[in-house]
């Protein structure tokens, strides 16, 4: 005889069982770790090849100019209109960081004397090293 039981027959069970909630819960956490960083693209441009380009040491998270294949100015993904407009908008993000490094990358097919006036506007909000991103020639493979 069972010590306890009143009515002989069955109890019901009145607790709720979270344990495959919180599973399904640790999985779906993990897959959206995984993707999220994925996700973070920036503007899509075509870099030009270098073979030897030195690399950069990055004490922080790098400020990215980008002039994209018509011309059009990004700083991180927000949109400049004009390279004039851009030296204020650089002179407020740079009054917040240390280190005033800057990163430019101009698509290949930009005229030239677009990306040196992008260049002139990042010269004049007093920015101490200027680098330009490129991405190592595609070998061929055999």
Same mark, same amino acid.
Request: charge should be neutral.
């Given at each position: 005889?069972?010590?306890?039981?009143?009515?002989?027959?069955?109890?019901?069970?009145?607790?709720?069982?979270?344990?495959?909630? %919180?599973? #399904?819960?640790?999985?779906? +956490?993990?897959?959206?770790?995984?993707?999220?960083?994925?996700? &973070?693209?920036?503007? !899509? /441009?075509?870099?030009?090849?270098?073979?030897?380009?030195?690399?950069?040491?990055?004490?922080?998270?790098?400020?990215?100019?980008?002039?994209?294949?018509?011309?059009?100015?990004?700083?991180?993904?927000?949109?400049?209109?004009?390279?004039?407009?851009? %030296?204020? #908008?650089?002179?407020?993000? +740079?009054?917040?960081?240390?280190?005033?490094?800057?990163?430019? &990358?101009?698509?290949? !097919? /930009?005229?030239?004397?677009?990306?040196?006036?992008?260049?002139?506007?990042?010269?004049?909000?007093?920015?101490?090293?200027?680098?330009?991103?490129?991405?190592?020639?595609?070998?061929?493979?055999?």
């Amino acid at each position: 005889m069972e010590v306890g039981r009143r009515n002989g027959g069955r109890s019901t069970l009145s607790q709720i069982n979270v344990t495959p909630f %919180v599973d #399904v819960m640790l999985v779906l +956490l993990i897959i959206f770790m995984v993707t999220a960083p994925m996700m &973070e693209t920036g503007i !899509d /441009v075509n870099l030009p090849e270098v073979a030897d380009a030195p690399a950069l040491k990055q004490s922080q998270e790098p400020l990215i100019i980008t002039v994209g294949g018509d011309g059009a100015i990004f700083v991180g993904r927000s949109s400049v209109e004009s390279p004039e407009k851009l %030296v204020p #908008v650089l002179a407020q993000i +740079l009054s917040t960081r240390q280190d005033r490094e800057v990163l430019l &990358e101009a698509d290949r !097919d /930009v005229p030239y004397g677009r990306v040196v006036q992008v260049m002139a506007a990042i010269k004049k909000t007093g920015v101490q090293k200027l680098g330009m991103v490129s991405r190592p020639p595609e070998t061929e493979k055999r």
